[in-house]
C-alpha cells in the first residue's frame, strides 16, 4: 500500500525523570482515520505535542513520507502540514469567522499605497470552506465565532486546517464537550476530511466515537502503545478493557447501562457498582 | 463641531465597508452601546447647561480635553484589545514635557532635538515595559506600576540634580508653537488635528490593515495566536511603545502650550483613558473593541468633565456622574456582547 503520510519509530520522550511516552511506534497514512485511545494521563496529549511539534522528542525519529523530520517549533509542523484542533477549536469567540479564518494568514488587497484586509473575500473564502463540509448552517462571515454552537466551532477549525493544506489533522478530543447531535456532525466532518485524504489522528476516550469513524486504532496506557489494530479487529467491550488497563471495565459499561437504561438513566448507588466490580 | 466631524467621518470612513445592512450587524459592533451613551450625555449637558453647550466655545471646552486624552486612549484601547494594559502613561507625559523643557529651555537646545528626546523618553519606556511584560510573565498591570514609580522618581531626580528645580520653562519657537501648541481661532487647541490624525492612523492599523487582525487574535487566545503563526512578542512590545510615544505626543504638546513642564501631573490621564476606553465598549479581557468606540468614548468622558461646569450644579458632583457612566457604560456594553454573541444562531440545534 502507499507509504504513511507520518510515522513514528521508536519515540521516546521524558521531562527530567519522568518518562512519558515508551518506544512509541505508530503510522499513519493519507486517507485513513487513526484513533488514538487512552484514559487520563496516558501520554495522549503530550504525544500530541510532540507531533505538532511543542516538544522533542528524547529519543527517536518522525518520518514524513518516508523521510526523516524533525520540529524544533509549532511552526515547523504546521508548515509540513501537520494541523492541530483542539476540544475547543482554539478560535477567538470576540473575532468574527472571516477574521478569525484567516488569523496569521489574512488576505490582504492594494489601496493605493496601502495594505489592507480584505474582509469580502475572507468571509466568502471561510464561508465556502465550512459550507463545503456540509455545516451550512453558517452563512454569514460577519458572526462572532462565540455565536457558534460547539460543533460548528470545531468544523469550522477543521474546514480552516484542511483548507489550508493540512495533510495530517490531529483532532484533540474534539467531541468530549459535544451532546451526542453535535459530535455526529463532527464526526460526519472527520470522515469528509478523510475523504479528502488526509490522514486524521482522531484523539478520543468516548470508544463509540472512535469505532464510528476509525480505520485503525492505537491504545496507550502509561505512555505506551498497548495495542494496535484494525478495523474489525477488536470489539468495542475489549477496546473499553484495554483502555483501562485490563480491567473489566467493559463488564461495569454494560452493566452500568444495563442498569441505567431500567432505571430511568439513574447511574447505580456506590454500593452496588461496588458489588458488580 | 468641524473638528469633531473631522474625526468621526475619519473613524467611520476606515471602518464603513464593516457597517452592516441588518440589526444584527449593527449589534455586533463594538461601539453599538456607547453610541446610546454618548447622545445620552450631550442631550442631558444641552438640556441643562443651555445653549452655550452647544456653541463653539462649549465645544471647544471639552474637545480641548478630549483631545489629549484621547490621543493616549487610542494606543491604550489597542493595548487593552490585545489583552494588555499600561498605567506608566501617567509618568511618561510628564517625564517627556520636563525631557523637552529642560532640553530645549534650561539648556536652549533646538526644538528638534527636545522634541526627539522627548518620544525617545516615550519609546523606551514603552519598550521596556513590554520586554518586561514579556520576560517577566508578570501580568501588566503590575509591570508598568513599576516602570511609572521609576520613570516618576527618575524624573525628579534628574530634575533637580540637572535644573535645580521641579519645573523647567520653554518658550518654543513660532513653528513649533504652531505645530503643537496653538490655539486656532483662540479656543480650539492644535492637538485636536493631532488627535483626529492619531484616530485614523490607529483605526487603519486596527480595522484596515492585516495588523489588526494580529491585535483582536492576540487578544482573544494568545496562545492560539502564536500557533497560527503571529508574531506576538513583536506586537507587544510595539503596542507598548505605540502608547509610550502618545504619551511622550502629549507631554511635548502640553509644554508647548503652556510653555512649562512640571515634575508631577498626568496622573489623572491613567484612569481617564482606560475609561474612555472602557466607555468606548472595549472589553477589559481582550479581544474585542473599536477606534471608532474609543473615540465615542473620550468625547463621552470629556463632555462629562467639563459639562459640568457650564451646569449650576457642584462640579464635584462630575466624578459621581463619572463613576456611575462607567459603570453603565461597561453594563450596557456587556449587554450588547452578549446580543451580538447570540444574534442569528437562534437556529442552533
Not at chain 1, 475523504?195 to 468516548?206: E, L, P, S
Not at chain 2, 517577566?136 to 528645580?165: D, E, H, N, Q, R
Request: with cysteine; aromatic share 8%.
Amino acid at each position: 500500500m502507499t507509504e504513511p503520510v507520518l510515522e513514528l519509530r521508536d519515540v521516546n520522550k521524558s521531562f527530567g525523570p519522568i518518562d512519558v511516552l515508551h518506544d512509541i511506534n505508530l503510522t499513519v497514512k493519507a486517507g485513513e482515520v487513526l484513533c488514538l485511545l487512552g484514559d487520563n494521563g496516558a501520554g495522549k496529549s503530550t504525544l500530541i505535542k510532540t507531533l505538532a511539534g511543542v516538544h522533542k522528542p528524547t529519543s527517536g525519529q518522525m518520518f514524513m513520507d518516508g523521510k526523516a523530520v524533525t520540529f524544533d517549533k509549532p511552526k515547523d509542523a504546521a508548515d509540513r502540514g501537520i494541523a492541530t484542533v483542539h476540544q475547543f477549536g482554539g478560535t477567538f469567540p470576540l473575532m468574527t469567522i472571516g477574521r478569525s479564518f484567516f488569523v496569521g494568514v489574512e488576505p490582504t488587497r492594494k489601496i493605493g499605497p496601502f495594505k489592507v484586509f480584505d474582509r469580502k473575500t475572507a468571509n466568502e473564502t471561510a464561508v465556502k470552506a465550512v459550507q463545503e463540509f456540509g455545516i451550512t448552517r453558517i452563512d454569514d462571515g460577519d458572526r462572532l465565532i462565540g455565536g457558534l454552537s460547539g460543533g460548528e466551532r470545531q468544523s469550522l477549525a477543521i474546514a480552516r486546517a484542511v483548507h489550508f493544506g493540512a495533510r495530517v489533522l490531529i483532532l484533540d478530543e474534539p467531541t468530549a464537550a459535544l451532546g451526542v447531535k453535535q459530535a455526529s456532525h463532527v464526526l460526519r466532518i472527520v470522515l469528509e476530511a478523510k475523504k479528502r485524504g488526509i490522514a486524521v489522528i482522531f484523539i478520543t476516550h468516548q470508544v463509540t466515537h472512535a469505532m464510528a469513524v476509525g480505520d485503525h486504532f492505537a491504545v496507550l496506557i502509561r505512555g505506551a502503545v498497548a495495542a494496535n489494530f484494525m478495523r474489525g479487529e477488536k470489539s468495542r467491550e475489549e477496546i473499553t478493557d484495554l483502555m483501562a488497563g485490563g480491567e473489566a471495565l467493559a463488564d461495569l459499561d454494560t452493566a452500568m447501562e444495563g442498569y441505567m437504561e431500567t432505571h430511568e438513566g439513574h447511574p447505580p448507588q456506590p454500593a452496588s457498582r461496588a458489588t458488580v466490580a | 463641531m468641524a473638528t469633531a466631524t473631522r474625526t468621526d467621518t475619519a473613524t467611520t470612513g476606515a471602518q464603513g465597508q464593516a457597517t452592516g445592512r441588518s440589526f444584527g450587524a449593527l449589534v455586533r459592533r463594538p461601539e453599538a452601546g456607547s453610541v446610546l451613551g454618548l447622545l445620552a450625555v450631550f442631550i442631558f449637558f444641552t438640556a441643562v447647561s443651555g445653549p452655550i453647550f452647544v456653541l463653539p466655545a462649549g465645544f471647544a471646552s471639552w474637545l480641548n480635553v478630549a483631545a489629549e486624552i484621547g490621543i493616549v486612549a487610542l494606543p491604550i484601547g489597542l493595548l487593552m484589545i490585545a489583552g494588555e494594559l499600561d498605567l506608566s502613561i501617567g509618568a511618561v507625559i510628564p517625564a517627556s514635557a520636563l525631557t523637552f523643557a529642560v532640553i530645549s529651555g534650561f539648556y536652549g537646545a533646538p526644538e528638534i532635538v527636545g522634541v526627539a528626546a522627548a518620544f525617545g523618553v516615550g519609546l523606551l519606556v514603552g519598550a521596556i515595559n513590554g520586554f518586561l511584560v514579556l520576560r517577566t510573565g508578570v501580568p501588566s498591570l503590575i509591570v508598568p506600576i513599576g516602570t511609572m514609580f521609576a520613570v516618576m522618581g527618575l524624573t525628579l531626580g534628574l530634575s533637580v540634580l540637572l535644573t535645580g528645580a521641579t519645573s523647567s520653562n520653554v518658550v518654543p519657537s513660532p513653528f513649533w508653537k504652531g505645530l503643537m501648541g496653538q490655539f486656532i481661532g483662540g479656543m480650539f487647541q492644535v492637538t485636536i488635528f493631532w488627535w483626529a490624525a492619531f484616530a485614523a492612523i490607529v483605526a487603519y492599523i486596527l480595522h484596515v490593515s492585516p495588523f489588526g487582525n494580529w491585535v483582536y487574535a492576540v487578544g482573544g487566545d494568545k496562545i492560539s495566536a502564536r500557533n497560527a503563526g503571529i508574531p506576538t512578542e513583536r506586537l507587544t512590545i510595539s503596542l507598548f511603545m505605540l502608547s509610550g510615544f502618545a504619551a511622550a505626543f502629549v507631554g511635548v504638546s502640553q509644554a508647548m502650550v503652556y510653555q512649562s513642564a512640571q515634575v508631577a501631573g498626568g496622573q489623572a490621564f491613567i484612569f481617564n483613558s482606560i475609561m474612555c476606553v472602557v466607555i468606548g465598549g472595549v472589553l477589559l479581557t481582550g479581544g474585542f473593541g473599536s477606534v471608532f468606540g474609543i473615540v465615542l468614548g473620550t468625547i463621552t468622558l470629556s463632555m462629562v468633565n467639563q459639562g459640568i461646569y457650564f451646569t449650576g450644579f457642584d462640579p464635584n458632583l462630575g466624578s459621581v456622574i463619572i463613576g456611575a457612566l462607567l459603570l453603565l457604560a461597561v453594563l450596557m456594553n456587556d449587554t450588547f456582547r452578549q446580543m451580538a454573541l447570540s444574534y442569528s444562531s437562534k437556529k442552533k440545534s
